[in-house]
């Protein structure tokens, strides 16, 4: 295949992933122009230079300065993009990238094989970078084949490579004359990407504004400006949409999105990458029991609290990934709400009900430690506290502050607690939230004292290992659906629903596209 | 009185270190791990215990505590505060960007509770005992009695969307411009209106104490009018303790600020410092309060040797 | 800070003579004597509400969540639904025995400390605790509670420790000051000059005559600690859920505030009210023991 057809083809399949994941693109030509988009952002971002520490928050806002070599569609299916297409060697060892020929940085300089080597060789350079040891595990050398095709050789097999590197925001090529001068502490100073906007100004804890590349290969955007204005109180974002003076909010309070509807802005909503989730520490205390973490599942009317505190706006999980998307299996069993059958599980466990309404086992109450973080799940949290009273289970209920939540419930100083889970792509996210020796590991497993759950433990441990190395996307969804079968069958967590991003724009807002958390502004245009 | 300023001058040492000397063992020793903050917990980072380990030791987290804190001592005399945990960049660059927009902030806030406290209190010394004196003194003590964040998000209801007169939140800029002033009105009103309380009552019975100092009197009997009674003779009088107030009311609205910035998403140290906390980037929090409290205690004894200056009465001991 | 010195009497006369400035200035004030009235009621409220108006203020119900105000739920449900009204009055219970501990704790200790420094002015003892209260003088307001908060974690306990410390700068500084100028009156020196022991000195004459202006403090304080609670609340280190404190409510209100506003109203007012009603007896206090209000009162 020569590279014009390569490139039609790509073009093709370009444009259906446009139409399929937006459905508001309009035609770029006779759109209004110009104008500046203020977007309300939930949290100060700390960070524009994605191959530094960097969440959703920093990404939402800094991805316009750059384009990633590979881009995951709504459905997590890797697209081209920078790369207009690639080849995996038969043992997929070796990734071939052909890269477009048509793209400069902003600073005019040329993209291409070089440019996307040195990206990816500061990110093995820099102890800062994020996510650098898996990196540097993985990669063994990236060579410049010509001037736009670059081949990376592994040095470990990693069936999720594609997903969980190439199309990692860390490798979005910056420009090569900026490499240099770059480190963490640099991370909000601006640089030159490929991206439909060039960075304007940050302003520490205030804004974060961006301008219209003209030179965009994709195109010109149609919006002059952007400004990402850093509002951490969420009920100012419902002020600030119904004063018309904001025009994006993606961090909603939930309960006035009726009203924010009414009052005329579009409300949208896009799956997420992600899963609420009470964990349960399997090592320690009450929740070691297996009856008791079964009937805390039970006991939890996860429905209730969709319909009501998130007014719909979650889907319930079968086992952490929602139907759907390239992980979903329908293999894995799920779990319902029954609380009868929790008490009776409680009953045969010998967790007696006593007269104040809480159960207890040789005159020991039944009080597990129930640990939240702040902010919003800690009032799901509230909800779930309340729903385990009514089967006689009283939670000694806490809201930790800020920073302390992250190394306690890393510790394991908890029995239960009610977190929110997120990812890149599906395939990290699972094998991340199942992974027995990740940091973020979700139930303390690793530390219990039983020897069935130690064995849990390996074949855990088994499991991703052998889905590292499944290349084959059906074979591997499979392999993984075992892992979350195992959390099933033990209780050794409960995934409780996927929620949505939800995202109020002002009418006069169109053409966005939005999916995988991502507000994708490139052919928004703003038409009064 | 020199040896005595001397003296003080060199107390502000003590107290400054002993501030910062205690935010760092409290802060250090409190539960949480800023290494938190490069594993943010809903998001698949590598995370290994050695990578841990590594990230401890690149931002010296990894030292004896009290290395770190002889380390941080002799920083501060080199103009080095140590680098944010979570910004990555110096903290005393960090601090120079928001330490004009909380001054500035500061300084607006200050005009308005004097002139709101000050026109009020006036009013109320000389219409004492009226109804017109009781209405004031009531809405004074509201202005102490109001959760500020409250009143910030009432304010920016009814100001900010209800009558869209100012923008309800946010930071345009220098407070010297108009686009500027426009965005701090709001939170600085928020700010205001409680100092203005204080100042209101202060300034009434400063008032009422020099209405009754026999030069004014003499003033009243010599057939002056009231006018030039209250303005020439009573006010300047009544005038100087009230500026020793001042600088106690610019601590307090510092403080104030900790909240009012989190609320209107003002870009100032409080809001360095709130989210410092709870991120536990130690630097930034032992920053914060070292030019927080530098900046009160200058204030204090500014303010004590105003005092000792305008009333002879206060001997130094 | 206020250097003013009681008239040094004999301690029954002296205690006599407080009462009735105390009475006299309250009943001349109708706004301190309405005050006064209030907050009688809102003990009895804390007291006796919960058991009048019974209902489980942790009582969810979703299916009712934010309904305003109606015969069932007087002062409407909240975003679990639970009853607002009975949270106002179990909240009572906690918001003042938050603001009153708050206080208590700080005038103790600042009383103890005072008084300490005061009679031993220029030891090794009072130069260094009056650095160390120089040292916590250096935060202003609130700064200080919310670094002692965020230390020590959010819970009712820790909040009132926060509080507490929060109060004992100014509150030793005051004593101190009241000690020090009471030391070289002629009834002191009378005393030590016919042998009464140290602590008898302090506690018969030193607390006597610090009395008023450590009761001005502690009433304003109570005020102080309430709103600093929600403060705490609102930066999210205060009284941790679902424990109904008003300022928590308050706090987490904020996010109903366009769907449910009254949500607000009811603890916002309920703490309004009270700090309101405890500064202006607070103030009228003030006056009562200020004897420059004597001047302003004969004009």
Known sequence: MNRSTLARITLAALTALALTVSGTVAAQQDVPQGGTLTVAWPEAVNNIDLAYIAGWVAFGAAHHLTDPLIQLDAEGQPQPWLAESWEVSDDAMVYTLFLRDDVTFHDGARFDAEAVRANIQRTLDDPDAMQHARFTETIGSVDVVDDFTVQITLQELDASFLFDVLAHWQVRPISPNDIPNRSAATMTQGYAGTGPFKFESFVADDSFTLVKNEDYWRGAPNIDRVVFRFLPELSVHTVELLAGSVDVSTSLIIDDIALLESRGLEIITAPAVGVNMLTMNVARGFTAELAVRQAIRHAVNRQEIVDSVLSGFGELSRAGVPEGTVLYSEHVSTVDYDPELAGRILDEAGWVMG???????????????????????????????????????????????????GPRWREGDYELSMTAQGGTNWGSFIGGSVHPDDFWTVNQIRFSEDPELLAVADELREIIGEARSTVDLDERRETWARGQQLFQDYALAYWLWHAPTVTALQPWVQGYDFYNRTLFLHDAYIDR | MSTYLIKRLLMVFPTVFGAVTLVFFAIHLAPGDPIALYIPPDFPVDASPERIAELRARVGLDRPLHVQYVSFIAGIFQGDLGTSLHHRNPVAVGLLERLPATLELGILSLAIAVVLGVTVGIVS????????????????????????????????????????????????????????????????????????????????????????????RTARSKGLSERIVVYKHALRNALIPIITLLGLSFGSMLSGAVIVETVFGWPGLGRYLVTGISNRDFPVVQGVVLVIAVGFVLANLITDLIYGFVDPRIRYE | ???????????????????????????????????????????????????????????????????????????????????????????????????????????????????????????????????????????????????IAAVLGPSLFNVIVALSIWGIPTLSRIVRGVVLS?????????????????????????????????????????????????????????????????????????NAIFRAPYLSYFPGAAIFLTVLAVNFVGDALRDAFDPRSEVRRMT
């Open chain 3, 182 to 254: 009471l030391r070289e009156q002629e009834f002191i020196i009378a005393s030590h000059s016919i042998g009464a022991g140290s602590a008898r000195i302090m506690f018969r004459h030193l607390v006597v005559n610090a009395v008023g202006p450590i009761i001005v403090y502690a009433t304003l304080s109570v005020a102080g600690s309430i709103l600093t609670a929600a403060g705490l609340g609102f930066l999210g280190i205060g009284v941790p859920p679902p424990t109904p404190e008003w300022g928590a409510m308050l706090s987490d209100a904020r």
């Open chain 3, 1 to 147: 800070m206020s250097e003013s010195v009681s008239p040094a009497t004999g301690g029954d006369a002296l205690r006599q003579s407080l009462q009735y400035r105390f009475w006299r200035e309250i009943r001349g004030n109708r706004m301190a004597f309405a005050s006064a009235i209030y907050l009688v009621l809102i003990v009895l409220v804390a007291i006796f509400g919960p058991i009048v108006y019974d209902v489980d203020p942790r009582l969810q119900t979703l299916a009712n969540r934010l309904q305003p105000p109606s015969w069932e739920h007087p002062f409407g449900t909240d975003q679990f639904g639970r009853d607002v009204l009975s949270r106002i009055l179990h909240g009572a219970r906690i918001s003042l025995f938050v603001g009153f501990a708050g206080a208590v704790g700080g005038v103790v200790f600042g009383t103890i400390i005072g008084l300490a420094t005061g009679f031993w002015a220029g030891s090794w003892f009072d130069h260094l605790a009056m650095r160390i209260v120089d040292v916590m003088y250096a935060f202003p307001g609130i700064l200080l509670a919310i670094l």
């Open chain 2, 125 to 216: 010394a000389i219409r004492r005992g009226t109804w017109l004196d009781n209405v004031a003194m009531t809405l004074a003590l509201f202005g102490v009695s109001i959760p500020n964040f409250w009143l910030g998000m009432l304010l920016m209801q009814l100001v900010g969307l209800h009558w869209p007169i100012l923008p309800p939140s946010g930071f345009g800029g220098s407070i010297f411009t108009a686009e500027g002033l426009r965005f701090a009105l709001l939170p600085a009103i928020t700010i205001g209106i409680s100092g203005a309380g204080g100042l209101a009552r202060y300034t009434r019975s400063s008032m009422l104490d020099v209405l009754n100092e026999d030069y004014v």
């Open chain 1, 355 to 405: 007269a104040d309404g809480v159960r207890s086992r040789d005159g020991v109450a039944l009080r597990p430690h129930f640990l939240n973080p702040p902010g919003g799940h800690a009032a799901n949290a509230e909800i779930v506290q309340e729903q385990l009273r009514l089967v006689g289970i009283d939670t000694r209920f806490e809201v930790a502050e800020g920073g302390t939540y």
